[in-house]
């Protein structure tokens, strides 16, 4: 089996959902198993979905990646993750919205992974669904290097 790295990445959105038919939902998340994990409220009136998922190491980087974790859905060549309003009196969802991982490059995972950062996609506007739709994913977090005491920082 190919080895994997981990991937930070996190999902903003504002809660409202695009339609809940006047049901009672419970937002966040979506894993593979149906549960809903919640978001950080932020300042901005957003919530913020933290997350990691394993990306498989390939020798070929003309490939694209293969995303694995508890929150990966699809098939291995057009992997997304949900944020999922789930109906709390019934059975399913009342509505979803799909970011799609296909959009995220080599290139992005090896800056997020060697600068300590996450990959960030704002859904906030998005129609359910989201199919093709591409997602812009922004890298965020990135840790600075650690300098060394009496050492001159290249903006001095």
């Known amino acids: 089996?190919?080895?994997?790295?981990?991937?930070?990445?996190?999902?903003?959105?504002?809660?409202?959902?695009?339609?809940?038919?006047?049901?009672?939902?419970?937002?966040?998340?979506?894993?593979n198993k149906d549960v809903i994990h919640e978001g950080v409220p932020r300042d901005d009136g957003r919530y913020a979905f933290d997350f990691e998922?394993?990306?498989?190491?390939?020798?070929?980087?003309?490939?694209?990646?293969?995303?694995?974790?508890?929150f990966a859905f699809?098939?291995?060549s057009d992997r997304?993750?949900?944020?999922?309003?789930?109906?709390?009196?019934?059975p399913g969802y009342a509505n979803r919205v799909k970011a799609r991982l296909a959009d995220i490059g080599w290139a992005d995972i090896r800056a997020a992974q060697e600068s300590g950062g996450r990959l960030e996609a704002d859904l906030s506007g998005r129609k359910?669904?989201?199919?093709?739709?591409?997602?812009?994913?922004?890298?965020?977090?990135?840790?600075e290097p650690s300098q060394e005491p009496g050492e001159k920082s290249s903006e001095s």
């Open 74 to 76: 699809g098939k291995p």
């Open 128 to 143: 359910a669904g989201g199919g093709k739709v591409p997602v812009s994913w922004q890298l965020v977090d990135k840790t």
């Open 1 to 31: 089996m190919a080895a994997t790295s981990p991937l930070k990445l996190r999902l903003v959105r504002e809660s409202s959902p695009p339609s809940s038919g006047g049901c009672a939902v419970r937002f966040g998340l979506q894993d």
């Open 53 to 70: 998922l394993r990306v498989v190491e390939t020798e070929d980087h003309a490939a694209p990646p293969v995303f694995l974790g508890p």
């Open 80 to 90: 997304f993750v949900y944020l999922s309003w789930q109906r709390i009196d019934g």
